[in-house]
């Protein structure tokens, strides 16, 4: 018999789900487009940027055949002021996410329109947004973040590196600055259940909450969660027992004449 599977995402499938980010190449050789599931890709004429998924990106990256532009959110001033956000700023909640792009006007598309979408319930999330492409902006983490951070430094290190004008100086720089800002933000997602109380009434937002974290804190989150709903079920019964008792005690002093 299987073992059932742990709530949740693993580590190595939610860095798979981040391989569909957008992210920004500068092809070394000429490419045509190709059909994949997701859409065509863009012709790739050097030196001309394109925006290709991570996974394909790495794959070009590997064959020498393209470079990837780190995205903006990335350098190490940014990373700076997201921390400072989080630790100063806000410290009890998390920097928020990437703003959506605004649509462009369907009548002139250099003019972006001012008018609200004709279906304001849709809502863009990734890999629909470039939250990680060279024109994303600055000072906001994305959804995949952490993985997409890993994947850089892991297989595109020198390319961090030569987008941030400091060699091996810089890219230790961002290592050590992405290392601060997981545990500044995993300190904060333990402190949000320090509290047994405040899962009674509210818990702190999980707005701007990347995928790599909350698969990590899904299983202590829900431990802890179960942990309190418990303790309430047993305070609960044990008051209910008291005053069963005490209606009985009552009954019976009525009885006696008292």
């Not at 997409?148 to 892991?154: G, K, P, S, T």
Request: charged share 25%.
């Amino acid at each position: 018999m299987a073992l059932p599977l742990p709530p949740g995402l693993t580590h190595a499938e939610v860095a798979f789900l981040a391989e569909m980010e957008l992210v920004t190449v500068v092809p070394r050789q000429r490419l045509e487009s190709i059909n994949l599931l997701g859409g065509k890709t863009p012709p790739l004429r050097p030196p001309h940027r394109a925006d290709l998924p991570l996974w394909f990106a790495l794959l070009l990256k590997k064959q020498r055949r393209a470079n990837i532009i780190p995205p903006p959110w990335l350098h190490p001033s940014s990373l700076a002021e997201i921390i400072h956000h989080e630790t100063k700023v806000a410290p009890e909640s998390f920097s928020d996410p990437p703003p959506a792009p605004s649509r462009a006007d369907p009548a002139n598309p250099g003019l972006i329109a001012r008018r609200p979408a004709a279906r304001p319930q849709q809502q863009l999330s990734p890999p629909f947004i470039p939250s990680c492409t060279a024109a994303s902006p600055a000072g906001y983490l994305p959804y995949h973040w952490q993985e997409l951070a890993e994947a850089l430094l892991a297989h595109a290190g020198d390319d961090v590196a030569a987008a941030f004008g400091g060699g091996l100086a810089a890219s230790g720089e961002v290592r050590g600055l992405l290392r601060d800002l997981v545990e500044v933000r995993a300190a904060k997602m333990r402190s949000s259940t320090a509290d047994p109380d405040g899962f009674g009434g509210g818990l702190m937002s999980l707005r701007g909450v990347g995928a790599m974290e909350l698969a990590e804190n899904r299983g202590f989150v829900l431990g802890v969660v179960d942990g309190v709903r418990k303790i309430g079920a047993s305070v609960e019964a044990a008051r209910r027992e008291e005053e069963e008792r005490g209606e009985e005690e009552m009954g019976s002093d009525e009885e006696m004449g008292f």
